[in-house]
């Protein structure tokens, strides 16, 4: 069993930034691929980031294009927390961003390949 808890959410003017905070206990942190996905209201849930496990011991990060550039996913092993940094926001980026983890470490992209996940954090962004 993972219990996946997020934070850091909040209310920022466009063009701001905000870090998210997702931590994880149980299981074995640093083998798993662990998401960003948000929803918007009134829209389906979609995925934003992921940071995976790579044969070399590394961890490869990968986006959605509607964030690239603007996101960054890190973690933090010894504390078994990965964050988003989310920097020149937009009010398009307002959504409730949940925290998932998936107990493999692959590329994974879809909702339903992941094992556990976070009650989310409101993100508001105004205009």
């Not at 011991?57 to 989310?86: C, E, H, P």
Request: proline residues 1%; glycine residues 10%; contains cysteine.
């Amino acid at each position: 069993q993972v219990h996946v808890v997020e934070s850091g959410g909040g209310l920022v003017q466009a063009g701001g930034s905000l870090r998210l905070s997702c931590a994880a206990s149980g299981g074995i942190f640093s083998a798993y691929t662990m998401g960003w996905f948000r929803q918007a209201p009134g829209k389906e849930r979609e995925f934003v980031a992921a940071s995976r496990r790579s044969a070399f011991s590394t961890y490869n990060a990968d986006y959605a294009d509607s964030v690239k550039g603007r996101f960054t996913i890190s973690r933090d092993n010894a504390k078994n927390t990965v964050y988003l940094q989310m920097n020149s926001l937009k009010f398009e980026d307002t959504a409730v961003y949940y925290c998932a983890a998936r107990l493999r470490s692959d590329y994974e992209s879809r909702e339903g390949l992941y094992d556990y996940w976070g009650q989310g954090t409101q993100v508001t962004v105004s205009s």
